[in-house]
């Protein structure tokens, strides 16, 4: 047994910045997730104060993509 299994590495805490306000978050809430020209898209957050101010668009598993 090594010391890496005694004390597995722990990932940090969430991190984002709001999209409204700007400020950076511990607690994200996903916002909307738009696409873009790469396969990947980009997924906006928000603090939790600015969330329930928000319109919700799609989320990543929403997105329809064209083929």
């Known amino acids: 047994m090594s ?3 005694l004390f597995p590495p ?5 991190d984002a910045e709001c999209c409204e ?3 950076r978050t511990s607690a994200p809430v996903v916002v909307r997730h ?4 790469s396969s990947h ?3 906006l ?3 939790p104060l600015c969330a329930p101010t928000l319109t ?3 989320h990543p598993g929403e997105v ?4």
């Open 64 to 67: 329809v993509r064209k083929r």
């Open 45 to 47: 957050y928000a603090c």
């Open 21 to 23: 306000c700007g400020t």
């Open 34 to 37: 738009l696409v873009t020209g």
């Open 10 to 14: 722990v990932s940090p805490a969430p």
């Open 3 to 5: 010391i890496t299994d």
């Open 56 to 58: 919700p668009g799609p």
């Open 41 to 43: 898209g980009v997924t």
